[in-house]
């Protein structure tokens, strides 16, 4: 049997307990929190005075701050480019509507409030050139993304554990710098997304688990497949207006190394929780191919760190049409 088979038949196996999973990882519409519950009522007569509030305590915060918010906020409005490529994942029945459809489209619908809160916020803040990113969000979406992955359900399912964490921490650490500044509702606001990105997170985890159990050596190949060519992240093809060939994704990069936002240390360490989360030491019934991929794998967060640590940032900050340095130092 071909892998592309293996894998079609590992996915319809592991498809009767999706709905579990689901209601496992997932929250109901009717219980969990919408974009409103943080951001100023518009039918409410204290409108005016809210936002106004947003707009003062916004002007604590840096011309670097702002630069990574947008980039995490483009990032998620995105999303539609991430749904029709995991749609397109083997195993994923988007016309019968299996459940894999279903989580995929559960999935969406989550992550989907995370880019509607923050463009609001954003909007409202008065501290970013909304038109400016509005073309960034189009050109984003218009451009799509290659990620490596082909319509390979294990080696997208790396993808997505892995970028759920990395979401996880920048979105986490946003919030602690805006607490630091006083900033309490933007501090929640990103808080809370961040609690979603963990649930996805662990969800995504359990999938590469269970292929784990009864797939070991190919999904051994695909998680070191992944991790041999780097995770790119999805603001990776990130342009600016009137950019054909851009510098954007590095120097927003560079802007949330930085600030500590993300760095390539937190990269190294998700990479390490994933091994630990998997317990890539212990996994039995390797081939030989396996067996090699699994040694690269558990000496590569050694050798990651080494690099990462001589990584040099650019110290200035590097200016984007999305935050003006008029309007915020
Ligand atoms: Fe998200
Ligand atoms: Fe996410």
Redesign the pocket.
Request: aromatic share 0%; net charge negative; charged share 55%.
């Given at each position: 049997m071909s892998l592309k088979n293996i894998r079609l038949e590992v996915m319809q196996f592991l498809e009767k307990d999706v709905d579990t999973l689901i209601q496992k990882y997932l929250i109901p519409v009717e219980k969990i929190w919408q974009p409103t519950d943080f951001l100023p009522n518009s039918e409410s007569d204290t409108f005016f005075e809210e936002v106004k509030e947003i707009r003062e305590l916004s002007k604590e915060l840096p011309y670097d701050f702002w630069v990574v918010l947008v980039g995490d906020m483009i990032t998620?409005e995105a999303l539609p480019t991430y749904e029709s490529w995991l749609m397109d994942v083997e195993g994923v029945g988007q016309i019968e509507r299996n459940s894999w459809s279903k989580w995929v489209r559960h999935w969406t619908a989550e992550?989907n409030r995370?880019g509607d809160v923050l463009n609001k916020y954003l909007y409202l803040s008065g501290r970013v050139n909304m038109k400016e990113i509005e073309k960034t969000t189009q050109y984003l979406i218009a451009d799509g993304f290659d990620i490596g992955t082909d319509r390979d359900p294990y080696k997208n399912f790396v993808y997505t554990s892995f970028q759920e964490l990395a979401?996880y921490v920048s979105h986490n650490r946003v919030a602690k710098m805006a607490k630091d500044k006083g900033n309490k509702q933007l501090a929640k606001m990103c808080k809370i997304?961040s609690g979603?990105?963990m649930r996805h997170h662990h969800a995504y985890c359990e999938f590469v688990e269970r292929i784990f159990k009864i797939d070991p050596s190919q999904m051994m190949m695909a998680f070191h497949y992944m991790m041999k060519q780097k995770i790119a992240m999805p603001a990776h093809f990130l342009r600016e207006s009137g950019d054909k060939i851009s510098t954007a994704f590095e120097e927003f990069s560079n802007t949330a190394q930085r600030i500590g936002v993300y760095t390539s240390l937190d990269y190294v360490d998700i990479l390490d929780k994933l091994i630990k989360r998997w317990e890539i030491d212990k996994i039995t019934g390797l081939n030989d191919e396996a067996e090699k991929a699994r040694d690269y794998l558990m000496k590569l967060p050694g050798r990651m760190v080494r690099l990462a640590e001589r990584m040099r940032i650019p110290e200035n900050s590097f200016q984007f049409k999305w935050v003006n340095p008029a309007v915020v130092k």
């Open positions: 998620e992550e995370h979401t997304i979603d990105e």
